[in-house]
Structures are given as structure tokens and as C-alpha cells.
T-cell receptor, first 115, second 115 residues
Framework: DAMVIQNPRYQVTQFGKPVTLSCSQT?????MYWYQQKSSQAPKLLFH???????NEADTPDNFQSRRPNTSFCFLDIRSPGLGDAAMYLC??????????????FGPGTRLTVL | AQSVAQPEDQVNVAEGNPLTVKCTYS??????LFWYVQYPNRGLQFLLK??????LVKGSYGFEAEFNKSQTSFHLKKPSALVSDSALYFC?????????????FGSGTQLTVLP
């Protein structure tokens, strides 16, 4: 089945130690998103890629970076995690056209713990 | 700027009774509207969407939602609730026109169906 995959599902890191979360998709969607979700709050968009074009939200801290080496993969890099960065990180994809246009497909999320 | 309001943090309903989860929105122009459901430690799952056409939209798992333009509402409904429907529900909106591709989510409503 076509899907959005996130690895790992659970990640533990230490304060200040860089960490990378990964997302892959088999849907061949050209848009990929990263969201941060804390404590059952609304997901907060960090940035998104439209093909190779990177779009950063104005209030996303510089501590958060992203890479998209190809259509299928997208990475979230947290350069120096703080305790406040502990959250669920959700990856999502969407297509530019077709019957599922405008719908976002979410991965299962990676729960990040910062010690 | 677009926004979504889910006025109820928590909704409790008895199994077999009808349920309603409320959502109102604000957007420039016509909206695309979505409902997503989230189970604990999982990503968001798409339930249904309104793009255009019939105001009553039917989605997954017996859920439906009615688009009401005059009241700017998109309430989620189900005629007979199941215990397994207990989860966190998010309403989301994006504008039909404009370059913004991102969704704006409401704060979420925790639905508890009591046996």
C-alpha cells in the first residue's frame, strides 16, 4: 500500500545533541510537510517542500532544518535540541492534482524525548 | 489569515447515541475543509473533506459533516457512536485561492464514547 513512513517511531536524545528524523513516501507526492505537535495540541507547521522549493514558516526556530534529497525522502534536523523541543513530529504529503488534491496524508509520527 | 475554532475541548457521548463535534472557520474566499482523527501516539488519519458541491459530505467510518456557508461551520456528525470512535478530532481549513498550501488546524476535540 502507498504510504508515508516515519523512522524511528520513538527517538530519545540528549539536550544539545543533534538529531535527525526521517520521512519517506511511496505516494509520489510532490509536497512534503513537517509538523510539530505537543501534548495533543493542534499540529504546528514547521516547513514544507513544494518539489525542491523549501518554504519555512516565519516562526520556525533556526534550530530546525530540513533536507529533501529526492521526491521520496525528507529529513528533519534539530541542531541543538532543547527540552522544549520534546514533541511528536509529523510528516505529511500532498499531491498537486488528482482525486486526492488538497488532502494531506500523514505518517505515524516520531515522538522525540529530550533528556 | 485563516483560522479554525473547535469550541469544545472534550465531548462525551454514550455508545449508540448520535455525536456532534463542532467546527467553525474563518478564511478569505471559499474554503476547503477537512476532518482528521488521531488515536494515541499515532499520526492523523483523514476522515472527510469538503471541496465543492453537496453540503453534506460523507466520510470514513460512518462519519459525515455538513458545510454551512452562512454560519461558517463544518460540524462532524455520526448517527450512532461507537466506543472505538474515542479519539482526538481535528478540523482544518485552507483557502481555495491564493498560494498558501498549508492547512490551519483547530485545537482539537477529545471525543469519549462511554459504553
Amino acid at each position: 500500500d502507498a504510504m508515508v513512513i516515519q523512522n524511528p517511531r520513538y527517538q530519545v536524545t540528549q539536550f544539545g545533541k543533534p538529531v535527525t528524523l526521517s520521512c519517506s513516501q511511496t505516494l509520489n507526492h510532490n509536497v512534503m510537510y513537517w509538523y510539530q505537535q505537543k501534548s495533543s495540541q493542534a499540529p504546528k507547521l514547521l516547513f514544507h517542500y513544494y518539489d525542491k522549493d523549501f518554504n519555512n514558516e516565519a516562526d520556525t526556530p533556526d534550530n530546525f532544518q530540513s533536507r529533501r534529497p529526492n521526491t521520496s525522502f525528507c529529513f528533519l534536523d534539530i541542531r541543538s535540541p532543547g527540552l522544549g523541543d520534546a514533541a511528536m513530529y509529523l510528516c505529511a504529503t500532498s499531491s498537486r492534482g488528482g482525486p486526492s488534491y488538497n488532502e494531506q496524508f500523514f505518517g505515524p509520527g516520531t515522538r522525540l524525548t529530550v533528556l | 489569515a485563516q483560522s479554525v475554532a473547535q469550541p469544545e475541548d472534550q465531548v462525551n457521548v454514550a455508545e449508540g447515541n448520535p455525536l456532534t463535534v463542532k467546527c467553525t472557520y474563518s478564511v478569505s474566499g471559499n474554503p476547503y475543509l477537512f476532518w482528521y482523527v488521531q488515536y494515541p501516539n499515532r499520526g492523523l488519519q483523514f476522515l472527510l473533506k469538503y471541496i465543492t458541491g453537496d453540503n453534506l459530505v460523507k466520510g470514513s467510518y460512518g462519519f459525515e459533516a455538513e458545510f454551512n456557508k452562512s454560519q461558517t461551520s463544518f460540524h462532524l456528525k455520526k448517527p450512532s457512536a461507537l466506543v472505538s470512535d474515542s479519539a482526538l478530532y481535528f478540523c482544518a481549513v485552507r483557502a481555495v485561492s491564493g498560494s498558501a498550501r498549508q492547512l490551519t488546524f483547530g485545537s482539537g476535540t477529545q471525543l469519549t464514547v462511554l459504553p
